[in-house]
């Protein structure tokens, strides 16, 4: 082996549910950054799963 060590393996980003809804969660968050996740997802229309949503926003807030 040419590299010195082995290869990694990185997979491609896959769209999750939560993909079309970033864009809005981030503008909520951007004007109002201690929103609960909950208060969120219902004005956004999330219908999935709370907990991964959640988890989704603490990802994203400043």
Known sequence: MA????QQYERPAVPTAFTPFE???RELLARTPGMPAS??????GWTGSITSF??????LRP
């Open 3 to 6: 590299s010195g060590g082995p």
């Open 23 to 25: 864009p809005h969660v």
């Open 39 to 44: 208060v969120i997802a219902e004005r956004i």
């Open 54 to 59: 959640r988890d989704n926003v603490r990802r």
